[in-house]
């Protein structure tokens, strides 16, 4: 097994990434909350970004959404430097981010939340309304193009289990244009039949051509649909890895603390 880290590890020939962090740190006073940590997306891939609760993630996720500058190291989005400063501006730029606790309305109909702040309208002047049935037949549709066949898209968004909640907001973020889709924990308050629904639609959207980054703490959720692997740790880089060199048993044991657990594995046999 190789670890490859991003500035080493070989570029797609002819490609270039759609968003790429190199040795970028974030600080809160004298407070390391990320440290020299390098990141690649690429079009058609998904991205795994893993670690503990306090591993930094958060924080990564907060800078590559516009809510958060970097203190140090750079930012590019597709070659061209970033230095976003609030999440309309990681929109205008192809980033959109669905976090775990998803920004809905739960009474509101499914078509509603997903045009929430992006709504069309018809007519003119004083005749000026919403486009509701354009919106309704296009929530329809866009769901349906990523596999999600929702019987009513005018029931509450509430009465929708998580993991249909979280495919509506992935089906927005493609129709919307992103380009690269940031995911929050999606699976994190799943049981396993849902989280694999979501994960089905994580698939569906790398295979629309988007670059992804899914934030997890849960190795078997990753290995299954990532290509890329990038261990956070304390706010720094335990490691990076592509798909093909690493076994899920090793991704299992890095997460699970590596040499540290067998460490304490022959403490508590003593």
């Known amino acids: 097994m190789t670890d490859t880290t991003p500035e080493t590890a070989p570029a797609d020939p002819g490609t270039e990434p759609l968003v790429e962090l190199s040795e970028v ?11 020299d940590v390098s990141l690649r997306v690429h079009a058609g891939e998904i991205t795994c970004v893993l670690g503990d609760n306090g591993a930094g993630k958060s924080t990564l996720i907060k800078i590559i959404a516009g809510l958060h500058r970097h203190d140090t190291g750079t930012f590019h989005i597709q070659g061209a430097p ?4 609030s999440p309309r501006e990681a929109l205008d730029r192809g980033i959109a981010t669905v976090y775990q606790d998803l920004a809905v309305v739960p009474l509101m109909p499914v078509w509603r939340n997903f045009f929430l702040g992006s709504e069309p309208s018809t007519g003119r002047g004083p005749f000026r309304r919403l486009d509701v049935p354009y919106m309704r037949r296009t929530t329809h549709s866009e769901l349906l193009r990523m596999g999600i066949d ?8 509430g009465t929708l289990s998580g993991g249909e909640r979280q495919s509506v907001a992935i089906a927005r973020a493609v129709h919307f244009g992103a380009k690269v889709l940031v995911l929050d924990e999606p699976t994190a308050a799943l049981g396993v039949k849902q989280s694999g629904v979501v994960l089905k639609y994580v698939a569906a959207a790398r295979d629309a051509g988007l670059g992804v980054v899914l934030i997890t703490h849960n190795p078997h959720h990753a290995y299954l649909v990532g290509d890329r692997f990038v261990l956070l740790k304390r706010g720094a880089m335990a490691g990076a890895y592509e798909k093909a060199d690493l076994e899920l048993d090793e991704l299992v044991r890095q997460m699970a603390g590596g040499s540290e657990l067998e460490e304490l594995s022959h403490e508590l046999e003593r």
């Open 25 to 35: 740190s974030k600080f809160y006073g004298n407070i390391r909350a990320l440290e």
């Open 82 to 85: 970033a230095d976003l400063g």
């Open 150 to 157: 929702l019987r009513d898209v005018d029931q509450p968004i």
